[in-house]
T-cell receptor, first 112, second 115 residues
């Protein structure tokens, strides 16, 4: 059974702090990993994609992938109240396919 | 570039009816995937279409079906609606080429309510 697990939170951090969001997945053959942000009542918005072990940075966001530990994380530096949302981890198990398996999401609240 | 568009945005149907939802992908994107989002089950994959062919299918009953047209636009159909089909139905498109091959971009969704 393929699974993607996230801590549902809520995770609260003060404005300006680093928010750390974690995700584990069950299948070692997973190929592609994604982080989406979803505001209440809106559709998911792609923040980061990562395919190789290591870190990938984009502005205030850093995705970290460790395939040996089956672990992917998202760091948000200098957190802003506008970052308050649910963050969804998604895994694409299969090469040549676009069928994402999503975690249940972590709700992040940034306190001004 | 314009984003993924979905129509209608909101829909209310009665049990037993059928419904068709439409999705227009980002220009140049050839893969369209459909997802169902509910509070209880989260986001679940329905199916993916590429070059007018269903390439992958999730674990949903046969009442859920879809198709893709030559211009990459896609429709999904749900027949014999049940109360449990009430959900946000999301369409996502993907370029299939280049570095961002597997990145999927979601439309705003269709909120379906079955009464």
């Amino acid at each position: 059974q393929k699974e993607v697990e996230q801590n549902s939170g809520p995770l609260s951090v003060p404005e300006g702090a680093i928010a750390s969001l974690n995700c584990t997945y069950s299948d070692r053959v997973s190929q592609s990993f994604f982080w989406y942000r979803q505001y209440s009542g809106k559709s998911p918005e792609l923040i980061m994609s990562i395919y190789s072990n290591g870190d990938k940075e984009d502005g205030r966001f850093t995705a970290q992938l460790n395939k040996a530990s089956q672990y992917v994380s998202l760091l948000i530096r200098d957190s802003q109240p506008s970052d308050s949302a649910t963050y969804l981890c998604a895994v694409n198990w299969q090469t040549g396919a676009n069928n994402l398996f999503f975690g249940t999401g972590t709700r992040l609240t940034v306190i001004p | 570039k314009a984003g993924v568009t979905q129509t209608p945005r909101y829909l209310i149907k009665t049990r037993g009816q059928q419904v068709t939802l439409s999705c227009s992908p980002i220009s140049g994107h050839r893969s369209v995937s459909w997802y169902q989002q509910t509070p209880g089950q989260g986001l679940q994959f329905l199916f993916e279409y590429f070059s007018e062919t269903q390439r992958n299918k999730g674990n949903f009953p046969g009442r859920f079906s879809g198709r893709q047209f030559s211009n990459s636009r896609s429709e999904m159909n749900v027949s014999t609606l049940e109360l449990g089909d009430s959900a946000l139905y999301l369409c996502a498109s993907s370029p299939i080429t280049g570095y961002s091959t597997y990145e999927q971009y979601f439309g705003p969704g269709t909120r379906l309510t079955v009464t």
